[in-house]
């Protein structure tokens, strides 16, 4: 697609529930990102994948967050046993590679809200 | 910790002004910088960038500043336009970590007429 698509844009869910968040990259970018925006704050990284390397899951708050990227190209960001600490706007990028000089190209993001 | 600081979290500025916006980082591996912009309800969008090999970079009304002794960094946009208002983030790469791209808060430039 043009650009980086992400679903849905806006989820609503009980605390305890588990969310699904979706990322289409921009064709032919083989690296993929995940970032949180919390209210008043700035970006979070979480997690980026890149090819078919191990991803950096170094950014992730709590093992209830997982990610998979499947066919190196659409990911889904789960979060388990939401807590109302998550609710924030979760932004996906992606690019052609990382590397000194990428450009992460952003979705509009996921805003979260957990009651 | 907060690798990359934007200590403003507002700016006002008068169309047709400059607006200097104001980035610190603490991070040495630092190498690579880069100004974002965010619309309300959109995701950020990439501005403008600047390698730490450079001490300036300049694209039309915008141009970034790199002080590396003093680990600063500074957007300036010249005029300032009604379009500009908007949240800035600043942001910076690690040689190690090309992939952990570090933001600031964010500043909120607003362009009054």
């Known amino acids: 697609g043009a650009g980086v698509s992400q679903s849905p844009s806006n989820k609503v869910t009980e605390k305890g529930k588990d969310v699904e968040l979706r990322c289409d990259p921009i064709?032919?970018?083989?690296?993929l990102y995940w970032y949180r925006q919390s209210l008043g704050q700035g970006l979070e990284f979480l997690i980026y994948?890149?090819?078919?390397?191990?991803?950096?899951k170094s950014g992730l708050p709590s093992d209830r967050f997982s990610a998979e990227r499947t066919g190196g190209s659409v990911s889904t960001l789960t979060i388990q046993r939401t807590q109302q600490e998550d609710s924030a706007v979760y932004l996906c990028?992606?690019?052609?590679?990382?590397?000194?000089?990428?450009?992460?190209?952003f979705g509009s993001g996921t805003q979260l809200s957990v009651l | 910790d907060q690798q990359v600081k934007q200590n403003s979290p507002s700016l006002s500025v008068q169309e047709g002004r400059i607006s200097i916006l104001n980035c610190d980082y603490t991070?040495?591996?630092?190498?690579?910088f880069l100004w974002y912009k965010k619309y309300p309800a959109e995701g950020p969008t990439f501005l403008i960038s600047?390698?730490?090999?450079?001490d300036k970079n300049e694209d039309g009304r915008f141009t970034v500043f790199l002080n590396k002794s003093a680990k600063h960094l500074s957007l300036h946009i010249v005029p300032s336009q009604p379009g500009d208002s908007a949240v800035y983030f600043c942001?910076?790469?690690?040689?190690?970590?090309?992939?952990?791209?570090?933001f600031g808060a964010g500043t909120q430039v607003v362009v009054t007429p």
């Open positions: 064709s032919g970018h083989t690296a």
């Open positions: 600047i390698s730490s090999i450079k």
């Open positions: 994948f890149q090819g078919n390397s191990a991803p950096d």
């Open positions: 991070n040495s591996m630092f190498d690579y």
């Open positions: 942001a910076a790469f690690a040689t190690d970590s090309w992939g952990k791209l570090q």
């Open positions: 990028a992606s690019s052609r590679r990382t590397g000194a000089g990428e450009k992460l190209f």
